[in-house]
């Protein structure tokens, strides 16, 4: 399966994204969001690409779609997921799901998707779509995830660290595969810094805790 992950929106010339702003920038989340959702699927061996407008290049919000469907139509994707923030009015809150009505593949993978992400963020359901050019002119199925509001704290409150990240990605993983996944951990180590007497040694312990390294402690050896 091949998966093309895009980044809703952009950042223009003149230092403006083109997207909304609340509680966080919607570009900005997305940004740092999408790489993490694309490790998610290479981590179950699907084939995920990133896709996001150039910074900086763009004078004007309309520039984005040429780019984005030059990146798409043609390159044999299996699945469009382009992933935004929803805004109004600092109270509405929740996740839903966006597929063009024509769509059959796509209204099956926006609901999986939907189903797995109210799992964490309240459910506005999915719903169809024609004005919007991601759904409409790109030759695939694709899906347009408003993953929750930015203007809203409480919903910013799921999704504020990496490690939320990383669990919202598996939901939408498991949404598009269907089934349930296990997303490998990273192999933690230990650091090591010397083998000293034990006055030595508590002295070290000591003074790399002074340093903000509160968590080390002494092992016999």
């Known amino acids: 399966m091949k998966i093309a992950c895009t980044v809703g929106h952009s950042l223009l010339k003149n230092g403006q994204t083109t997207s909304a702003n609340g509680v966080v920038n919607e570009y900005q989340w997305c940004k740092k969001f999408v790489p993490i959702l694309v490790e998610t699927f290479k981590s179950q061996g699907v084939q995920a690409e990133l896709i996001i407008c150039p910074e900086k290049q763009f004078k004007e919000a309309f520039e984005e779609k040429p780019y984005k469907l030059g990146k798409i139509n043609g390159k044999k994707y299996d699945l469009v997921i382009e992933s935004?923030?929803?805004?109004?009015?600092?109270?509405?809150?929740?996740?839903e799901v966006l597929y063009y009505p024509s769509s059959s593949k796509g209204k099956d993978y926006a609901q999986r998707v939907n189903d797995k992400l109210d799992d964490i963020f309240v459910d506005r359901g999915v719903k169809s779509r024609q004005d919007l050019y991601i759904l409409r002119d790109t030759d695939c199925p694709a899906i347009l995830i408003e993953y929750f509001f930015c203007d809203n704290k409480e919903d910013y409150s799921k999704a504020?660290?990496?490690?939320k990240m990383q669990l919202i990605a598996k939901k939408v993983v498991e949404g598009v595969l269907n089934k349930e996944i296990q997303v490998p951990r990273d192999q933690l180590y230990a650091v090591c810094v010397g083998a000293y007497t034990h006055s030595t040694a508590k002295a070290k312990v000591e003074e790399l805790k002074t340093k903000g390294y509160i968590d080390t402690y002494l092992i016999p050896r």
């Open 160 to 163: 504020d660290t990496t490690e």
């Open 84 to 95: 935004h923030l929803n805004a109004f009015n600092g109270k509405a809150k929740g996740t």
